[in-house]
Each structure stands twice: as C-alpha cells, then as structure tokens.
C-alpha cells in the first residue's frame, strides 16, 4: 500500500512476497489467484474509502453524501492491473454545505462538527442562474460590486489535519486490511 502525498492520491496493492504465498495456497486452481487478489484490493479499497469519508466528516459538518459524489473517487482493480486508487481531489467548498443560514446581520456556518457558528457581515444566500446556491460578500464597503462567494477549506486539507488519515497510519490499516482479506478470499 503506497501514498503519494502531492496529489492526495492512496493506491492499493498486493505486495510479491503475499502474491507468493497465496500461489502456494491456491496451487491445484490456477485460475483462481487473479479473482482472489482482485476481490481482496477492491473490497479493501471500498473499504479504505468509507473509512476516510465517515472520518472527514466526523471532522467536518458536510454530508457524506456530498462527499462520495465530487471529492473521494475510487479507480477499481482489474484482472490485468491488480491495483485500485482512491483519489481525494477537489477545491475549496461553498460554505453553504457546512448549514449556511441567512440571518439579520449576515449569513452564519458551521464548519468544524460541534464547533460554533461563525458569521460573515454583510453576506448573503443567492441561487444564481445555473442553479449553484452560494454564500456571496461585497469585496468592497461602498457600491454593489464586486461580489465574491466565500467558501470553507478544501476535503485535501482537512484529510492532512487528520491523523488517522496521513500516509503511515492509513498505509497500515489498509496493509492490514489487506492481509485479512486476501486470505478471506482464498478460503472461499
């Protein structure tokens, strides 16, 4: 299991010495090793992906859901390529996913879960025309323009403030994972 820290990107993979042994186990179905290397990275994989959603969000106040659409995708291995990816990507996120409320005296957001609101003076909730529902501030005291959408951090960053999720910690658990997998699907 390898993490490559610049693109926040996880890979999955069976190391030779494990390929090795399960050959070994599995020696009179020849046929059967790709299935149960496959089967044992991509269930590790799904799982490895639950784990860092369920802990962004225990982190974070923003839905699972909105989540698993945009920012956390998974490649799924192959019988040709035994290794699966799970890629945490994206840009910072509106503030209305973290519960923005239109209130008197501007627009209030909880960003970290259990945590206080915070406020934005003179801000606003609108739907532009696309359809995309943001919170909106003027740049400048005076006049209507400019007007800009303001907007939390983004899913990479708040993963690099979790300690269960930097390289080491996730590697191991999913090497672990691994191992108890792989030798699930050779007993099936």
């Keep these: 299991v390898s993490r490559e820290t610049e693109d926040r990107m996880i890979s999955v993979k069976v190391p030779d010495k494990q390929i090795k042994e399960i050959r070994g186990m599995l020696h009179g179905l020849p046929k059967a090793l790709p ?64 519960g923005a409320r239109q209130t008197k ?43 800009g959408e303001a907007r939390g951090p983004s899913v990479p960053a708040v993963m690099e403030n979790i300690p269960e999720l930097q390289p080491g910690a996730l590697d191991e658990k999913a090497s672990a994972d691994l191992e108890i997998e792989v030798v699930r699907q050779a007993d099936i």
């Design 35 to 98: 299935k149960v290397i496959v089967r044992a990275i991509n269930k590790v994989a799904n799982k490895s992906k639950t784990f860092i959603i369920r802990r962004i969000t225990k982190a974070v106040a923003i839905k699972q859901a909105d989540l698993r659409r945009r920012n956390v995708r998974m490649t799924r291995a192959t019988w040709s390529r035994w290794l699966a990816r799970i890629v945490v990507s994206g840009g910072r996120i509106p503030l209305t996913k973290f």
């Design 105 to 147: 005296r501007g627009v209030t957001y909880r960003i970290q879960r259990g945590g206080k609101r915070g406020r934005i003076e003179r801000g606003f909730i609108a739907r532009m025309p696309s359809g995309h529902e943001g919170v909106f501030v003027r740049q400048r005291s005076r006049g209507r323009l400019p007007i």
